[in-house]
Nanobody, 129 residues
Framework: EVQLVESGGDLVQAGGSLRLSCAAS????????IAWFRQAPGKEREGVSC????????YYTESVKGRFTISSDNAKNTVYLQMNSLKPEDTAVYYC??????????????????????WGQGTQVTVSS
């Protein structure tokens, strides 16, 4: 059975940093794209970042560029999201998701929820002002 398990969420002050982890099992890691989504209270879920383990391509939503970095450790089947200079508007439940890499295209972009086949349980990130 495919499993995605997130960890690393916490309560931090504005300007602080966190590193989220997504440990994947039960899938051919190098044939998948792994993405981070987040959902704030009363808001729709949005794509934050994505990495394709097939070719190493990375993607970010504009609001986190220059602050967040996605990376992976193939030996551990784990994807990380390093979050620096955190802002209160980053407060959300963060989810990781996995899609077969060929499922991503111009008509099925990385930040579209329906592209992804598997989802983790989420981890809470709270940034205080």
């Amino acid at each position: 059975e495919v499993q995605l398990v997130e960890s690393g969420g916490d309560l931090v002050q504005a300007g602080g940093s966190l590193r989220l982890s997504c440990a994947a099992s039960g899938l051919p890691f190098d044939e998948y794209a792994i993405a981070w989504f987040r959902q704030a209270p009363g808001k729709e879920r949005e794509g934050v970042s994505c990495i394709s383990e097939n070719d190493g391509s990375t993607y970010y939503t504009e609001s986190v560029k220059g602050r967040f970095t996605i990376s992976s450790d193939n030996a551990k089947n784990t994807v990380y999201l390093q979050m620096n200079s955190l802002k209160p508007e980053d407060t959300a439940v963060y989810y990781c998701a996995a899609a077969y890499f060929l499922s991503l295209s111009s008509s099925s972009p990385w930040d579209r929820e329906t592209v992804y086949d598997y989802w983790g349980q989420g981890t809470q990130v709270t940034v205080s002002s």
